[in-house]
């Protein structure tokens, strides 16, 4: 890597003007123009219509499909039997990264891995809250937050603090989700020092900037917008707010709507910088090749110059609208996007982990995975699928998400709901050791890079595990049965308990899900959320 950044170094303007006169300037090229149907003005000057044929989506096309037909081959010669899986030997024991931790004099908690395998640092600075804080009538005010402390701060416009990053041959960008609102840092450990400089001052000096604010919004109604038409976000939208309920912040956009960030002002902006960045809920993170001494050096004047205040972080309650499919139009649809899921556990749950587990043979484990063996392997219905947990300080869920062929959308909905539904009752000792394998002999490499050991530090500060948590789900994957993995599944992955969310084309789909007989089917109209508020609260 060293060799790398000195060969960049030596890169001079002349290179690159010899380069683009040597391969770019004059020479032929294909340039692709996509355009609003109808709209052929705004194609590029002398452009040729494309040719595109599309495929004619034909139900009941995929019962000429044979999934058991096996491809007829002559084996490579081999001195031994390739057919046959070598065992497997003793599991490497787990390496675990020694972790220091400290708390700075205005409470900030931090704690950090030395690694000296290359000059690089990576940092993050993690503040609770984020679009918890914000109010269901004015959604995106965290996001605008964010967005305007990247763009300037007092002492330089945003075109001086970008040059200042890109000379030190760093990376700062803000974000703010959910539950946080986040720095991460990328840098050569030899400019830490001016790059964690550049950090305090974005953090605590923001600009404010009029102009970047106009230009802010107008990019994030833009994305607003866009996401209004893409079959995958009106699925992800429709599911939280199905899932969360009209009452909850978590059921909303953190881009906000259309109205909302119409709506913001920089006094908006001001008062969430104010009132809820503090040290007191904030959490940092630093791994690379840098000591501990430096770190806190380098962190004395953020220590100074941030004072901590008392910031309470919101836990708004959920209340899921009742199980059942929902059906969503998007006219002319080639494919479904399927998302079914369930309220679930925190991450501090006892069955939080033993879930995870639980989850590896149904969707979690990639091929190893039933529902891709049975919906990809077996039917080809999609290209991939999978379910997860996804687990906070107070609340979880586990969601499927996949999308398919919209001729095989009551196949899929069916074929999913009969896995869930088998799940248990069909769940095998051979099933058991095949998550155990995975599952520890994983963790011999799950912390050998950079972003790794600042997810293992983060982890830890978030919800007070110890360094070595992962020898401790070691322990319950070795401690689980085949009985226990029912049990899970017969607490949170039962069809009938679900939320099933199907956004798709309603003239040839809607009716074929109705014969499913698989439980009330809603259709919602995908620009009025109104309909989901009045759903979640019905039961």
Not at 113 to 139: A, R
Not at 226 to 253: C, M, Q, V, W
Not at 427 to 442: A, H, P, V, W
Not at 472 to 482: G, L, Q
């Amino acid at each position: 890597m060293s060799e790398d950044i000195q060969r960049l170094l030596a890169v001079t303007a002349e290179d690159v003007q010899r380069v683009y006169r040597k391969y770019l300037k004059n020479k032929p090229f294909v340039a692709a123009s996509f355009v609003p149907r109808g709209e052929k003005a705004l194609a590029l000057a002398d452009s040729t219509a494309a040719q595109v044929e599309e495929e004619q989506i034909v139900t009941g096309a995929e019962e000429q499909f044979d999934a058991s037909v096996q491809a007829d081959y002559q084996r490579t010669p081999s001195s031994f039997d390739r057919t046959r899986e070598p065992s497997y030997g003793e599991p490497a024991q787990t390496a675990v990264p020694q972790v220091w931790q400290e708390k700075l004099a205005n409470g900030l908690q931090v704690s950090g891995i030395e690694n000296g395998e290359v000059p690089t640092v990576n940092f993050s600075l993690v503040i609770d809250g984020g679009q918890l804080h914000e109010k269901i009538d004015k959604t995106g005010v965290a996001n605008l937050t964010a967005m305007l402390m990247e763009r300037g701060t007092a002492r330089r416009t945003p075109e001086e603090l970008e040059t200042a990053i890109q000379k030190l041959g760093a990376s700062i960008s803000i974000s703010a989700g959910e539950e946080v609102l986040r720095f991460d840092v990328t840098t050569l450990a030899r400019n830490f020092e001016p790059v964690f400089a550049l950090v305090e001052e974005m953090l605590l000096e923001p600009r404010w900037d009029a102009g970047e604010l106009v230009l802010a919004k107008n990019s994030v109604i833009s994305r607003i917008k866009r996401a209004a038409a893409e079959p995958n976000a009106i699925a992800g939208k429709t599911f939280a707010r199905l899932l969360h309920g009209a009452d909850s912040i978590r059921g909303y956009s953190r881009l906000g709507t259309e109205a909302s960030v119409a709506a913001i002002t920089m006094d908006d902006l001001r008062a969430f910088h104010r009132d809820y960045l503090s040290p007191s809920v904030s959490r940092a993170h630093v791994v690379g090749d840098i000591a501990r001494g430096d770190f806190l050096k380098a962190a004395s004047s953020l220590a100074k110059r941030w004072p901590a205040q008392e910031v309470k972080i919101p836990d708004p309650e959920s209340v899921a609208a009742a199980p059942g499919i929902y059906f969503v139009d998007v006219p002319g649809a080639k494919q479904s996007v399927l998302r079914i899921g369930r309220p679930a556990m925190s991450a501090l749950s006892a069955d939080y982990y033993p879930a995870v587990f639980s989850n590896y043979i149904l969707g979690g484990g990639g091929f190893a995975s039933r529902f891709t063996q049975q919906l990809r392997e077996g039917k080809g219905y999609t290209y991939g699928i999978r379910s997860g947990i996804s687990a906070g300080k107070t609340q979880g869920e586990f969601m499927i998400g996949t999308g398919v062929r919209a001729n095989v959308t009551a196949e899929s909905v069916q074929l999913i709901h009969n896995i869930l539904q088998g799940y248990g009752l069909t769940y095998t000792e051979q099933d058991l050791e095949t998550s155990r394998s995975y599952l520890i002999r994983s963790n011999a490499r799950a912390f050998e890079t950079a972003s790794a050991k600042l997810g293992l530090l983060e982890s830890m500060s978030r919800y007070g595990w110890p360094a070595d948590y992962v020898r401790e789900r070691e322990a319950i994957s070795k401690a689980m049965t085949v009985n226990k993995v029912r049990k899970i599944a017969g607490s949170y992955m039962q069809p009938d308990s679900m939320i099933w969310v199907v956004v798709g084309d309603r003239a040839t789909q809607f009716s074929r899900l109705e014969e499913l007989g698989l439980g009330k089917l809603t259709l919602l109209d995908g620009e009025k959320l109104t309909q989901m508020a009045e759903l979640s609260s019905a039961d």
